[in-house]
């Protein structure tokens, strides 16, 4: 036995503005009918008036809603003109005939005539009462049908963008991922010849990239503190492999920490600094993490010494194009990537975020930070 739907039923929006409309337009009518009785002398009670005004324009509920479904099913377009003319123009004429029937078989009740003529002519009055009204309820009735075309056609398109998104997004994801994690490794595999134990805790970081890394989910965004979370473990594979030729500094703004970054937004610029800086020096090099908020915006800055005179490989290639492209795409014009020589030893690369509209992202580390 199929279940039994409780659900309490909910008329349609639609069916509650066409009674609106008609309401209102019988009240109106009433008022008019009962002014132009005072000016003529033959006073009207606003009950008579309300009698008749609803018993008239009160069937064009039925009628408007029976005109919407016809004008969804065959409206005017192009390429089927004229059956919808066609098959409107019946509808019409059906009203016509309705309208007439009603007001013949009310007229006892309503008193529409005097004397109740033949029905032919109350056919000929109702056309002279209802033909434009009708073909005026047909043409709201497109209007209506337009708009909830162009509606559905936009929230279509949103959909198609939203999917097209996501799917750039995690494309260039793919792209961030093994293009780091295989750096990584190749790290380890060379310091497990050199110190194993030192190999040993290189591979412990690298498994909580991998963690991250590879995580299959639909998150985009998260707080600042798990970024840099990412980032500890990056840097604590790099500091061993390049030992005193590397020094870490940072400079980050407390309230920067819960707000929401692109997921693996900050590890290529680090790694660009280092892969193309400080690890192509002979002497020792400095990496500076800055994060701080102005004017609605987080302002996230990777710096990294130069060779003087030697010349900085600007990065050009999948980490930072990566992160443009995501920034593009989460953000828009809203969101920038600027890159520029500081001064002749020193190299940044700085992003702009915007911030949510809402609060800040809860902090919610998935990474131990390395000690």
């Known amino acids: 036995m199929a279940p039994v739907d409780k659900r309490p039923f909910k008329i349609p929006l639609i069916v509650w503005m066409v009674l609106l409309w008609w309401t209102a337009y019988s009240l109106m009518f009433a008022s008019q009918v009962v002014a132009m009785g005072e000016a003529d002398g033959k006073p009207l009670a606003w009950s008579r008036a309300l009698h008749f005004s609803f018993g008239g324009w009160m069937t064009?509920?039925?009628?408007?809603?029976?005109?919407?479904?016809?004008?969804?099913?065959?409206?005017?377009?192009?390429?089927?003109?004229?059956?919808?003319?066609?098959?409107?123009?019946?509808?019409?004429?059906?009203?016509?005939?309705?309208?007439?029937?009603?007001?013949?078989?009310?007229?006892?009740?309503?008193?529409?005539?005097?004397?109740?003529?033949?029905?032919?002519?109350?056919?000929?009055?109702?056309?002279?009462?209802?033909?434009?009204?009708?073909?005026?309820?047909?043409?709201?009735?497109?209007?209506?049908?337009?708009?909830?075309?162009?509606?559905?056609?936009?929230?279509?398109?949103?959909?198609?963008?939203?999917?097209?998104?996501?799917?750039?997004?995690?494309?260039?994801?793919?792209?961030?991922?093994?293009?780091?994690?295989?750096?990584?490794?190749?790290?380890?595999?060379?310091?497990?010849?050199?110190?194993?134990?030192?190999?040993?805790?290189?591979?412990?970081?690298?498994?909580?990239?991998?963690?991250?890394?590879?995580?299959?989910?639909?998150?985009?965004?998260?707080?600042?503190?798990?970024?840099?979370?990412?980032?500890?473990?990056?840097?604590m594979i790099e500091k061993i492999r390049l030992t005193s030729r590397l020094q870490v500094r940072r400079e980050i703004d407390e309230e920067c920490l819960d707000v929401p970054v692109p997921v693996l937004i900050l590890q290529p610029l680090v790694e660009n600094a280092i892969v193309h800086g400080i690890a192509r020096r002979k002497s020792p090099g400095w990496l500076l993490i800055r994060a701080y908020v102005a004017h609605r915006v987080l302002h996230l800055a990777v710096e990294n010494s130069a060779e003087p005179g030697a010349g900085t490989v600007a990065g050009h290639g999948v980490g930072l194009r990566g992160v443009s492209g995501r920034l593009q795409l989460l953000y828009g014009d809203r969101a920038r990537l600027l890159r520029s020589e500081a001064a002749v030893d020193r190299y940044v690369v700085e992003l702009e975020i915007p911030l949510p509209a809402e609060a800040a992202l809860p902090a919610t580390p998935v990474l131990e930070r390395v000690a």
Do not use: C
Request: proline fraction near 3%.
């Open 60 to 235: 064009w509920v039925p009628f408007s809603l029976g005109i919407l479904w016809l004008v969804r099913r065959f409206p005017i377009e192009r390429g089927a003109v004229m059956r919808a003319l066609l098959v409107q123009s019946l509808a019409v004429a059906a009203i016509i005939v309705l309208k007439a029937g009603y007001i013949y078989v009310t007229n006892p009740v309503f008193q529409w005539y005097d004397a109740l003529p033949g029905f032919g002519e109350v056919v000929i009055a109702s056309i002279r009462n209802n033909l434009m009204t009708s073909w005026t309820v047909i043409g709201v009735a497109h209007a209506v049908v337009y708009y909830e075309r162009a509606r559905e056609r936009e929230k279509r398109i949103a959909d198609i963008e939203r999917s097209l998104v996501s799917s750039r997004l995690e494309a260039l994801r793919a792209q961030l991922n093994p293009h780091f994690l295989f750096n990584a490794l190749n790290s380890v595999a060379e310091m497990v010849h050199v110190d194993r134990e030192l190999a040993d805790r290189m591979l412990v970081s690298l498994s909580a990239l991998l963690r991250d890394g590879l995580k299959q989910d639909e998150v985009q965004e998260r707080p600042l503190r798990d970024e840099l979370a990412v980032v500890d473990h990056y840097l």
